[in-house]
């Protein structure tokens, strides 16, 4: 369990200074919950199986009428706010019914033209401004390192809120990291979790957050080797395959996607992120790091195929009715994990499992 | 009551080629309640009755915050998405209040430019995500077809749920004809309802999707003649008259609107849907299709004025506090008849009905 | 109290030329209570105070979760429609936020070319039509007079509701004088309240609606002193101080800010509202207008300072830790009293007033 430590105590400019790991103390309670979520490197393993249960307890009690009714009494004195400067559909949503599944009601701002920015306000008086009404922040900006100096703001006022990061720029977004993870938790849950699996990462690894933030995580499991395939011009990082070298961690790094994907248990696709500006390097044929029906035939029987989505062509959509292509039930799987933390960071995770205690098992 | 069949059993190439009769029972559930609502013809005159019947009791339930509160529990377990991708405040608002009132809780999707689409999703996909989070659809686009296409697209994966159209295109608006249904049926329950009413339809029957529809579901009734009067642009479609006089139902065809005001039971008039683009054909005097003070002279004590809206001038503003004009009222009407229409998709009717004999009787 | 009038007993020809203290008992219940909430004009003493008290309890009741599940059913049997055609995330908000926290269903429509004014429908038609589906409308628009003219027209409806104006062009902004009543109240409650204290004004004078606002509720107090520091392009209006002589009250036109700042108990800055077009007149220095941490040190030990927000460069960030600056619990307060007008608008506030006496005392 992380040591806390506090916000109050540290200057902007010192704490800037620090790394990933010495940052992540200050993002939680005393208890060791998270109290801003900020970056994946915050969460050790034990959160991480926390997490995973307790999403797994809050989709069971879901089923039925009378449970989802007691989910949404639990936070119904709460309220968030939306503030999404940068398009996400699929995010939002998956933020917003989670805090509709705990009745927190939600409020959003999507369009920054539309508010008081126009009259010339800053960002951090707009945030300042959602602390005075809400009870929880939930931001996706494009700006890198928005959510986490947003963090140490509202802390430092004489009324700080939880701040939740749902995506900063090409550099954080830790709650797609938890729903990945939870997607391979849940899919080996009878094969013994996660550790001792292959995965295989396939496509825009170089751009891809969802990429660096999964690998960062998965090095919480033991013994989970990662293969990284991409054209050399979307390659992933070298600070990441740093970082697995000195932790030695086994990886490997291919141009052949489709002779890696018999040995994967996992399989994680993405797409070009051309929202980011263009990449150089030498030509490929796109085709060569696309999932198809014939590939289906070489993935393990008990393998899985996933994608954080929205898709292009990387997966072939006579894929989508294979009981491997989990990637709708990921997207599912995000909405249980999001639930799961913003009940964790209000602390009533325990409350919820007393109650799948005594009326679900 | 229409028998079920199942859209899981014939492939969409199959299913796009059948008659909208042949298309209705794919669409129910096997105790004969709607499961998609997709097109006007997939209610008969048993269902029709039924869901004014409810909407009348929901409407009187709700008169007492005892009753609201009682409504809003019915429901409380469902999240509901509202994708309007055409602009629509009217209906939005109807659906939007009618999820409030039965307790779902509402998202919306209204512009697909800040939607995952940018991102170079297909309009699949986009569907499937928002089945991954919410528990029914509720869908307006201007594509022809769409709705109807996603429902056999949804109901073909493992997680089916309900869509309901709420504006396809030129074709479908069927929750528009059921709200002037049960406007009609409410206007006239002292006087034995809707049969052997006269209908005066006015003003751009060509592409008022509101009119073709009506016109089919009012086939459900006992001798109710129907006139058309538009300028020749405008006029009702052949395809419509021809199903008419195939059902040996008394219409007329004309281009003397004022004329035939003092026949009419229910003069329902419309606007130029000019968004569809120009029309051809013989010049003609707008106001001649107009309804003004003047013509109140001449309605029927008892007969009514109705209109889709929004409106321009087809209706004087002098009209609007006179008793007989019911547009106002009529708005009203459609969010009680889409909260029965959704209380009846989930099952939840006969309950309301148990609670109104009780309480309110 | 105000003795009520009945606006269907009057034309809207004929009430529009009547003056705001004679329009005022038009807005009001035979309670005294608010109905429309169109004008600062319309509140005296003692429903200030009435409001002031109410909003307190709000608020301790909703330091609970009990507390806060207790307002959430008070009128969970109503919804709003929040109509904001002008640009305010803060205003708007702050609504959003008093409606959830008491139970009420809040809608919204804030881009007006998304509506169905798009197909050519008057505003009068809009605002009907919200009527037909919500229990209260919230508006706010760029249009003088609008509100009140849609008072007055709704009144005239078989089914009136309650409108509030959260903005109307430049002329009212009533809820926002509430708050800065509210926020004065709360400061000086340990010093007598609002009466005998000096409130010194500072910045756009001439076009701030906020101003002439409080400045006008600020006369139903005793012996408040008024001061307008601006430059001479942006002085408060001559009717202003028309109506402040003829009252008998003190007050004093100034340039010089700086100089006034030791006598002040409450400093109101404002932004320079340049969305209303340029001014004309002699030159002069910004920054002359603008509170620093250096004006700190003159400032009453026990003096505020006070700002509607969003602020520009008008008072310096380092005041913002000073326990002087009120502004941010300024945006709160805005919810409570908001909270508290919707609430005693429909008359829930003698039942809030009791659950406060059994619980929180």
């Given at each position: 369990?992380?040591?806390?430590?506090?916000?109050?105590?540290?200057?902007?400019?010192?704490?800037?200074?620090?790394?990933?790991?010495?940052?992540?103390?200050?993002?939680?309670?005393s208890?060791?919950?998270?109290?801003?979520?900020?970056?994946?490197?915050?969460?050790?393993?034990?959160?991480?199986?926390?997490?995973?249960?307790?999403?797994?307890?809050?989709?069971?009690?879901?089923?039925?009428?009378?449970?989802?009714?007691?989910l949404?009494?639990?936070?119904?004195?709460?309220?968030?706010?939306?503030?999404?400067?940068?398009?996400?559909?699929?995010?939002?949503?998956?933020?917003?019914?989670?805090?509709?599944?705990?009745?927190?009601?939600?409020?959003?701002?999507?369009?920054?033209?539309?508010?008081?920015?126009?009259?010339?306000?800053?960002?951090?008086?707009?945030?300042?401004?959602?602390?005075?009404?809400?009870?929880?922040?939930?931001?996706?900006?494009?700006?890198?390192?928005f959510?986490?100096?947003?963090?140490?703001?509202?802390?430092?006022?004489?009324?700080?809120?939880?701040?939740?990061?749902?995506?900063?720029?090409?550099?954080?977004?830790?709650?797609?990291?938890?729903?990945?993870?939870?997607?391979?938790?849940?899919?080996?849950?009878?094969?013994?979790?996660?550790?001792?699996?292959?995965?295989?990462?396939?496509?825009?690894?170089?751009?891809?957050?969802?990429?660096?933030?999964?690998s960062?995580?998965?090095?919480?499991?033991?013994?989970?080797?990662?293969?990284?395939?991409?054209?050399?011009?979307?390659?992933?990082?070298?600070?990441?395959?740093?970082?697995?070298?000195?932790?030695?961690?086994?990886?490997?790094?291919?141009?052949d996607?489709?002779?890696?994907?018999?040995?994967?248990?996992?399989?994680?696709?993405?797409?070009l992120?051309?929202?980011?500006?263009?990449?150089?390097?030498?030509?490929?044929?796109?085709?060569?790091?696309?999932?198809?029906?014939?590939?289906?035939?070489?993935?393990?029987?008990?393998?899985?195929?996933?994608?954080?989505?929205?898709?292009?062509?990387?997966?072939?959509?006579?894929?989508?009715?294979?009981?491997r292509?989990?990637y709708?039930?990921?997207?599912?799987?995000?909405?249980?994990?999001?639930?799961?933390?913003?009940?964790?960071?209000?602390?009533?995770?325990?409350?919820?499992?007393?109650?799948?205690?005594?009326?679900?098992?």
């Amino acid at each position: 369990m992380l040591h806390r430590k506090m916000l109050q105590e540290i200057a902007w400019a010192d704490f800037q200074k620090l790394s990933l790991a010495e940052k992540a103390p200050y993002f939680v309670q005393s208890s060791g919950r998270p109290y801003h979520c900020v970056m994946a490197q915050q969460f050790d393993r034990e959160m991480l199986d926390h997490l995973c249960d307790l999403a797994t307890r809050i989709r069971r009690i879901g089923k039925s009428k009378q449970g989802m009714d007691y989910l949404s009494t639990l936070l119904k004195n709460k309220r968030a706010m939306l503030y999404f400067t940068q398009p996400s559909t699929r995010t939002f949503l998956s933020f917003y019914s989670a805090c509709q599944i705990l009745g927190i009601r939600p409020a959003e701002v999507r369009d920054p033209d539309i508010s008081s920015e126009a009259k010339g306000e800053t960002k951090e008086d707009t945030i300042r401004t959602f602390s005075s009404f809400f009870d929880l922040i939930i931001m996706r900006t494009p700006m890198q390192g928005f959510a986490e100096e947003m963090a140490w703001m509202i802390s430092n006022t004489d009324r700080p809120i939880p701040i939740i990061n749902a995506g900063s720029g090409k550099d954080q977004h830790p709650t797609q990291a938890l729903l990945d993870i939870y997607t391979l938790a849940r899919s080996f849950e009878k094969r013994g979790g996660i550790d001792n699996k292959t995965v295989l990462f396939c496509g825009d690894l170089a751009r891809g957050r969802t990429v660096r933030s999964l690998s960062g995580l998965l090095m919480n499991y033991t013994n989970v080797r990662q293969i990284f395939a991409a054209p050399e011009c979307l390659q992933i990082g070298q600070d990441i395959l740093d970082r697995l070298k000195a932790a030695g961690i086994e990886y490997e790094v291919t141009t052949d996607f489709k002779g890696k994907i018999p040995e994967a248990d996992a399989i994680y696709m993405t797409r070009l992120q051309d929202e980011w500006g263009d990449v150089s390097g030498p030509p490929y044929k796109p085709e060569d790091y696309f999932f198809t029906g014939d590939d289906l035939k070489v993935l393990k029987r008990e393998g899985i195929i996933m994608h954080p989505l929205p898709r292009r062509k990387e997966i072939s959509t006579e894929c989508d009715n294979d009981s491997r292509a989990v990637y709708w039930r990921q997207v599912r799987n995000g909405m249980w994990i999001r639930a799961a933390l913003i009940a964790t960071t209000f602390c009533r995770d325990d409350e919820i499992t007393q109650y799948y205690m005594l009326n679900n098992r």
